[in-house]
């Protein structure tokens, strides 16, 4: 693949991700939550980053843009419906931008829900998207700035992107993520398998990403509300696709 990635872990629980193409020896930083594990990962990669890709304003999201800017003179892209709130925004993007990226083109995808303007990352080519704290590995992102509905249109278009798209989101939450979908689709066998490799790899300290759109519609119950027995297990067969979204987000938050 033309494209490598490095993930690393940033703060308690945020994931930072460098995104490299071979050829034209372009690099990206997606987020950054924290200064020095990003500054070592760059130093270990060898890379030198031009661009930092900015899901979403959160301070966790964001926190070292400045610091890095200053010491790469790179340039900050973010979503536009956030270009007051994102510290040192050079360009700003929206649905359907593409950004030259090698020999990838990365297109933006608008994610609102978790936060107002949330951008999703996608490189077709290589199958690739960055997710954010929209769509997590078995989870999404809570509804601080938007609506259920809001956010079921997000998913959906993240659910529709080629099954084999290899994902990345902003946080390691799957564990947790994993015990609170098996109260929701307790019957679904490739749902408690992969809880069970999860188990296994957050009991060896390692990382459960990446996931891919196929495993996530297969297993994430924030993706299958038009799926018969999580209907029958909510008790909610004859309900709307956004309705079962919404009570699944709404245990959730009581989980
Ligand atoms: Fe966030």
């Known amino acids: 693949m033309p494209v490598e990635i490095r993930l690393f872990m940033c703060r308690t629980d945020n994931f930072g991700a460098l995104l490299h193409d071979r050829e034209s020896g372009e690099t990206a930083i997606v987020d950054a939550p924290e200064e020095a594990p990003i500054l070592s990962a760059i130093e270990h990669s060898g890379w030198t980053p031009s661009m ?56 933006v995808i608008e994610t609102p829900g978790h936060t107002a303007g949330h951008v999703c990352y996608h490189l077709p080519k290589s199958k690739i998207a960055f997710t954010a704290d929209t769509l997590f590995a078995l989870g999404c ?43 929701i689709d307790p019957d679904n066998a490739a749902l408690r398998a992969r809880a069970e490799k999860i188990e296994a790899l957050r009991a060896d300290g390692k990382p459960t990403l990446p996931t891919t759109i196929g495993e996530e519609l297969a297993t994430n119950p924030f993706l299958r509300w038009a799926d018969p027995g999580v209907r029958k297990h909510l008790g909610m067969e004859k309900a709307s696709d956004v309705d079962i979204f919404a009570e699944i987000r709404r245990r959730k938050d009581n989980f």
């Open 52 to 107: 930092i890709l900015t899901t979403h304003h959160h301070a966790d999201h964001v926190e070292a843009n400045l610091a890095l800017k200053q010491r790469y003179k790179l340039r900050i892209v973010g979503p536009e419906a956030e270009r007051d709130k994102i510290p040192g925004i050079d360009d700003t993007v929206e649905q359907g931008s593409v950004i030259p990226f090698g020999n990838e083109t990365i297109e």
């Open 141 to 183: 992102g809570r509804l601080f700035e938007r609506p259920a509905p809001v956010m079921f249109e997000s998913l959906k278009k993240l659910a529709a992107l080629p099954a084999e798209t290899v994902v990345y989101c902003g946080h390691e939450y799957t564990l947790s993520n994993a015990r609170f979908a098996l109260t």
